[in-house]
């Protein structure tokens, strides 16, 4: 009997733990899948039949790219708004300081790249994409280097570095957004204001009330003041309610009750709306490589690395640290780790570009950053860090 | 070995363009010269200072003398390379001397190649505008910045096409909507974001350069494409013929003369040595007709 109730609790124990670990797989794989699923199917789609592709892409556009992604720019500012709460990773400054110094170099150095290659072969229309250039894919950057530093001091170097890179970028995009302002503005902004911190007041612990009625206004009033609406979401994001966080994105326990995270009860949306973007950016005729996409990939396999290595380099002869237990063959293979800006490249173009040749070729030279993915694993395997270090 | 011989000449002559594909359907030159038409040339991806450029600025001079134009269309990448006030006068003033000083007025649009300023460039006749439309006889055109397609230029040229009452609506831009060149081709993209403008107000024909040949595309959708990338830079064999192909000829440089007479007009594309490699008529159609199609 004994035996029998030992062999049940057996079962219902192994239930449990597989149940949890396909959560957290799913939860851990889930972000990464839906924007290059998205992508694959453009660029079949837009490589065999193009016409009837570029049909659906064009048509929506607007709905992805600046009404969707509000959810997606929401998210994230919300990671970052916890992170920094008392409690939060990113609560105190000497944290952020030396991942700062390599944001400024990565941004230097793509930027500096991306802008002498366009330069240097007279195409000065391409100049405008220089934020694409200094673009940082945050979640698969955070893989990679996951993937070869599994519990490595890295981690949140590099997470906060392509945050820093990514929010400044975010900045350049707001500011630049190909339509002209309409007026009306501010007024629906202070309202949208207004609302979230009377929702506030009043303890409104739901999302959904600050995201369809201020979110609403805010979207409004960015669209009428020649914003990227896709940004919306930035000023409310401060009166959703909030708990500190780790700086492990996308990684908490989804199902633990006391996490109130935005990305766990808006995840399933957020993966269908970066499905969508991927499906709509990423179909590009593969032929329409040109400048742009060399000096896309000049900026991010070579330029970024280069900039964030010399500017730590720098910092560390200045007297500031590394990580503990951090070394240079480490840092080596973070900044390369950080090269790839695919989702957020693709976004930064989306936002500064309209349709024509530049934005293809851009788009061809946002896609292949990819290929910073395998090189981060490459170098690794190289200089035996992490998971290759037992290799020999 | 003789016949070694022979065959290693007879490709020799052939790669130098001696029995190139000229366009098919090329009869001779077949413009009506009428005292009251429209007459004006077109030319695309010029801007080398090299010398193949200046041979087809000394062509159109030479066919200026029988074929007075008025006006020079320049279909984008009209600078290549450096951009300093000195190139202006090497890629384009001196290749085109002599037509500028008998008063010609060119036209251009901007290609990837071109500074954004080089529309406040005076020879350039963009008046500061990346786009802009102007009015010659009973033709308006309309110049793009196909460069970027942002959505003020596309609510402007959706208002300009529908207030125009002009007989002929003619646009040109850098990028062509439809092209067999091999190196970029069709810009489907461009295509499905412009072409439904263009046939909802009755656009004739379209000029576009950017691939380095000279290509006649059948009418699509009641509309007359026409790629003509080669008045200074040149890819050599890279048409690649397709179902949509009227004529094309890549075996050197070539330019384009226009005449617009009435209801007809008639075109012709000459290489750099004076050849005729294709020429036609089109007639226009009633605006309800090519509303219906």
Known sequence: MRNHAAAAHHVQLRRHHRHHATRAVHHRVNPLLGLPLGVIL?????????????????SLAFVVNEIGMALFVGLIMQEIAEATMEGGALHSWRRWTLPLIGAAGGIAGSAGAYLAYVTGRYE??????????????????YYVLKSIMPRSGMLPFVLLLAIVTDLFGMLVVAATHPRPPAGGGLALLLVALGLAGLMRMMKVRAFWPYLAICGALSWLAFYREGLHPAFALVPIVPFLPHEPRKLDLLADPPDDDTVHHFEHEWNTLVQVVLFFFGLVNGGVILKGYDTGTWGLMLAALVGRPLGILAAVGLAVIAGWHLPRRIGWRQLVVAAFAASSGFTFALFFASGILSTGPVLAQLTIGALATAAGWLLALGIARLLRVGRFSRAS | MMRRTFVVLALLFTAAGGFAPAAQNAPAAALPGRPDSLKFAVIGDTGTGGRPEFDVGQQMAAARAKFPFELVLMLGDNMYGRQAPQDFV??????????????????????????????????????????????????????LDSNSLDPPQRSWLDEALG??????????FHHPLYSDAGRHGSDVSLRVALEPMLVKHGVDVVFSGHDHIYERIKPQKGIAYFVAGSGGELRRGDAHPSAMTAAYYDQDNAFMLVEVAGDELFFQAVARTGTTVDSGVIHRQARDVRSSQ
């Open chain 1, 42 to 58: 453009a660029l079949a789609w837009a490589n065999t039949v193009p016409e009837p592709y570029f049909r659906l892409a064009q």
């Open chain 1, 124 to 141: 000065l229309i391409l100049t405008a994409g220089w934020p694409i250039a200094c673009a940082i894919d945050v979640a698969a950057s």
């Open chain 2, 90 to 143: 090497e890629k384009f003033e001196r290749p085109y001397a002599p037509l500028l000083q008998a008063g010609v007025l060119f036209y251009a649009t901007l290609g990837n190649h071109d500074n954004q300023s080089n529309r406040f460039y005076k020879g350039f006749n963009m008046g500061g505008e990346r786009y802009f439309s102007y009015v010659k006889k009973n033709v308006r055109f309309f110049v």
């Open chain 2, 163 to 172: 207030r125009s009452q002009e007989d002929w609506k003619i646009c040109y």
